[in-house]
Every structure is written in C-alpha cells, then in structure tokens.
C-alpha cells in the first residue's frame, strides 16, 4: 500500500454554494481513515477562512491555516474581483507553488478551487486555467438541485476540452429538500456522460468511503 504512488486531484463545482470544501474535507477523512498521508489546500479563499479552517482541521491539524490557503482576499466576490475592489493582484505563482511543496511531502494533495470552474481568476486567467497548469485529475461537486443538469454537462465538458482528466462528478444534497429533479439527476447524468458519478452525498453526511473509481 505505501509503495503506491502519489494522487492528488483538483475538486471544482458547479456553483459557488456547491458544497466543495464540505466534500474536499469529506474526501480528506475518508483518505486519512485508510491510513494515508492525505491534506487539503484551498489556495485562493475570499471573503473568510472558514473553509481552510475546516480543511485543516479535516488533515489532522498537521498544516498551518497559511500554508493550505497561501493567499487570502478579504472581500466576498471572485478572487479577481476581490483583488480589484482590495486594490492589490493575485498572486497565482503563490497558489501554484504553495502545491507543489505539499505535493512534496504528503502522498496525496486535494486542492480545491474557489467559486465555479470558470471563476475569473487574475489578469485573463481563470480558476479552470490554474487547474490545468497543475495538471491534476478534477472531480466536479454538483449542488443536486433543479438546473444542475446544465451546469455539470458544461462544466464536464469544458474540462475535457481543455485535454484534462475529469475524474467523475460527486452529487452533493447542499440542502435537506429533495424533489423529482435531484432524484432523478443521477440517472440523467449517467446516460449523458462518459465519466461516472462518484457517489450521493446526503445532507448533512458526516463520513464517506473513498470512491473506488478513483486511484489511491
């Protein structure tokens, strides 16, 4: 099992209240629990630092809150909007290096983006031109809700276009309600994409098994 190489993966979402860090910490457990030397990084955050908080507290507390989210805007908007309105500039060589010295020292990296794949990001870059500069396979949490459909149809295909793996998407119940579209939505998703559906995660799960589609 320790012999076995290094996977680290990228979580996106299809909206900003998709649920990603709840399921990066949650994906993060569930490595941890297996016995592997698994963190978080979230190197873009706005607004707070709650959701690096959580993923630190979700790697065991082993990594400071700077070292998984290496730049901070204070202002609740895109980081590229936030710079703006903060009248400073992001600086992305800092998210791109901050993973790499934890890919160096940890057997498994899970980075999450900040808002959707296509969030503006610095100058023309975007959040989905960081992510394919790394390189890394992408799983896409999907807010399970009515109109999911075509932000994950998307959001799926522009990171194939983009000649990246996407690794399966994970449908999220952000909220308790449940209706015919979110039941349903698993099966659609089936049929129209070539990359599988991970698991359900119900509202308020507190624990999950590593999916085993995934390499570890």
């Known amino acids: 099992m320790a012999s076995l190489p290094p996977m680290h993966y990228f979580i996106t979402g299809t909206d900003t209240d998709s649920g990603k860090t709840y399921v990066t910490c949650l994906l ?3 490595l941890r629990r297996a016995g592997r030397d698994a963190v978080g990084y979230k190197p873009f955050a ?3 630092r709650r959701d690096p908080i959580a993923i630190q507290q ?3 507390g082993v990594l400071s809150v700077e070292e998984i989210n290496p730049v901070f805007l204070k202002v609740p908007a895109s980081p590229y909007a936030a710079a703006l309105l903060e009248n400073r500039s992001v600086d992305v060589e800092a998210g791109r290096q901050g993973f790499y010295s934890l890919a160096a020292r940890h057997q498994h990296v899970i980075v999450e983006g900040a808002g959707g794949w296509e969030v503006p990001l610095a100058g ?4 989905a031109d960081f992510a394919a500069k790394l390189e890394l396979p992408v799983i896409v949490v999907v807010n399970n809700k ?8 998307l959001t799926v295909r522009n990171i194939q276009q983009r000649g990246l793996t996407c690794a399966g998407v994970l449908l999220n119940y952000a909220h308790d309600e449940r209706d015919a579209a ?3 939505n698993r099966m659609v998703l089936e049929n129209f994409l070539d990359v599988p559906v991970l698991a359900e ?3 308020g799960e507190t624990e ?5 589609e995934l390499a570890m």
Not at 146 to 153: D, K, S
Not at 208 to 212: G, L, N
């Open 58 to 60: 979700a790697s065991g």
């Open 208 to 212: 999950i098994e590593w999916p085993e």
């Open 124 to 127: 023309k870059e975007t959040m």
């Open 46 to 48: 706005c607004g707070d």
């Open 182 to 184: 979110s039941i349903s």
């Open 201 to 203: 995660i119900m509202h």
């Open 28 to 30: 993060i457990d569930a």
């Open 146 to 153: 009515l109109g999911c459909l075509n932000h994950t149809l």
